[in-house]
């Protein structure tokens, strides 16, 4: 009672010194300037899915899955791979922007208060999450002195393996918050509730998705990370797609990110059609590579006959994009009518893809191969990825399955066998571990799809899968490298972006110097 009265003869004092300011016509009283951690929830997850939208869009440029179109011009860095400090600098902007969200949860929710334990749970995996999405694109990255507001306007940088090995811990710590709040019975522990628009407040769906973002850190960084802890939750990992949706809808800023990019605007006008289908990936699905018939026509706007292109090669006779995107595969292009299509690109209305199943189970399927999970069928794990695969891409933005994906699946693998490239399809064919690494990050590659571009690129950074001719003779459907690249990599590829221009102007002492974008490796790449 007495701290209160304090509170309130120290406010009494202000107002009559204070008049003035307080009715400051300049002040927007309808303005907040506090939030919940319910309120700040879902728009934290629902601003998630906008940043992975940038960075699908990084990965999918730079790993083969898409193209300059023709008659379009000044692509400059976009294909001679020579990044300036401008390029995806909204990549860092945009994240550590969402990150602050996620801590201004964690400020109001301290561990001491059970009542938040779910909250505070949640705002650690969602920070975990993305904090790797930064060290994978620009190696040291601020961390620990990140986040503190005014407190610190010039954070220092961290190393990044520590980074991903403290990341891991914190996902443990979220999952032991979740355990404890399970048995809270001294208070009230507030439920996520409506607050969750990712997993609908189902805490299990957390803790899975919590081990498979610690799994993939720890596949990321064998070997040259030290984890205080690799084993993992009972729970296990996700067993069905992670999908942000808080009610996405054909309407003005209400609509999948995705879709508002890459197909039509709410209003019904086209959207970003300067970028088409990269040859290398359509060679999967046609036959140059693999024949995947299901997934292509699923895929593709008017597949096999659907225009590609090498990333770099700029030509006036390449076939423009059709009303929207080739990345919508519907029959409907109509600007205001579509958006109820199976494929990657499924609606305004459709989730955003935050981590497959898919990509759970081709991660489970390496770290049974590497020994990271002490069991586990590596096979069975390798054909349910590619089983879940089909099933994402025939889902409808409700979730209704069309076709029958378990079918196509089998008959997938089955048709593809006998080729020489079998043993991409069928684990049991790979003749090392090599070919299973080979066959599991491929198979990975074609599921995220621009679907989540950007973890297909770090993969192929870290294992050079799927495998490329690096010759200069190689052909499109060979290698998905520029034609004009400026890169003096073996590979003619880049190894990074670089830190934002915003960096070496507010903070010069402690952002890195002389990072290349040829030579300066993410600490897991090769």
């Not at 179109?69 to 945009?94: K, M, P």
Request: glycine content about 10%; charged content about 15%; hydrophobic content about 35%.
């Amino acid at each position: 009672m007495k701290k209160i009265t304090v509170f309130v003869f120290i406010g009494w004092v202000m107002l009559g010194i204070s008049c003035k300011k307080y009715l400051d016509i300049n002040t927007n009283p309808n303005q907040a300037t506090s939030a919940t951690p319910q309120g700040i929830l879902p728009q934290a997850i629902t601003g998630t899915a906008s940043v992975l939208n940038g960075y699908n869009s990084y990965g999918a440029q730079l790993v083969g899955y898409s193209a300059n179109a023709g008659g379009y011009g000044g692509f400059g860095t976009s294909i001679t791979y020579n990044f300036a400090s401008s390029d995806f600098s909204g990549l860092w902007s945009g994240t550590y922007d969402n990150l602050e969200d996620y801590q201004a949860i964690l400020n109001d929710t301290l561990t001491s208060q059970p009542q938040y334990l779910y909250f505070n749970a949640v705002a650690r995996i969602m920070k975990a999450h993305n904090f790797q999405l930064l060290v994978d694109a620009y190696n040291n990255i601020p961390y620990t002195t990140a986040l503190k507001g005014v407190g610190k306007l010039t954070p220092t940088y961290d190393d990044a393996a520590t980074i991903y090995a403290s990341l891991a811990s914190q996902l443990d710590t979220a999952i032991a918050l979740i355990h404890a709040a399970d048995t809270v019975t001294t208070v009230d522990v507030l439920p996520l509730g409506n607050t969750d628009v990712l997993f609908g407040a189902d805490m299990k769906k957390w803790i899975r998705f919590a081990n498979t973002l610690k799994l993939r850190l720890i596949l990321h960084a064998q070997g040259k990370a030290t984890f205080a802890n690799t084993t993992f939750d009972g729970a296990g990992f996700l067993t069905d797609d992670a999908l942000i949706n808080p009610g996405f809808v054909r309407d003005n800023g209400k609509q999948n990110p995705a879709w508002s990019n890459w197909v039509f605007s709410y209003t019904g006008g086209a959207a970003n059609k300067a970028w088409m289908p990269n040859t290398f990936v359509f060679g999967f699905y046609d036959g140059h590579t693999l024949s995947d018939g299901g997934r292509g026509y699923t895929i593709y706007y008017q597949f096999p006959s659907t225009g590609t292109n090498r990333l770099g090669y700029e030509s006036s006779s390449l076939k423009a994009s059709p009303d929207g995107s080739f990345w919508y595969a519907g029959s409907d292009r109509g600007g205001t009518s579509s958006g109820n299509s199976t494929g990657i690109l499924k609606g305004p209305n459709a989730g955003y893809p935050i981590l497959t199943l898919a990509e759970s189970d081709f991660l489970q399927a390496e770290a049974v191969i590497e020994g990271i999970l002490p069991s586990g069928d590596a096979t069975a794990l390798f054909n349910a990825g590619i089983a879940a695969s089909f099933r994402y891409l025939y889902e409808l933005p409700d979730g209704t399955v069309t076709g029958d994906p378990a079918t196509d699946a089998a008959t997938y693998q089955s048709d593809n066998a006998g080729n020489a490239n079998g043993y991409l399809v069928d684990l049991s064919q790979a003749t090392s571990t090599a070919e299973q690494l080979e066959a599991i990050i491929t198979q990975k590659y074609l599921a995220l799809n621009f679907i989540n571009s950007h973890e297909a690129w770090n993969e192929y950074r870290r294992t050079h899968y799927p495998a490329i001719n690096t010759a200069s003779s190689a052909t499109a459907y060979e290698t998905f490298v520029s034609t004009v690249s400026q890169s003096t990599r073996p590979d003619r590829l880049p190894t990074r972006i670089l830190y934002p221009s915003t960096e070496g102007s507010y903070n010069p002492t402690n952002v890195p110097k002389g990072i290349s974008v040829f030579s300066s490796l993410i600490f897991w790449a090769q």
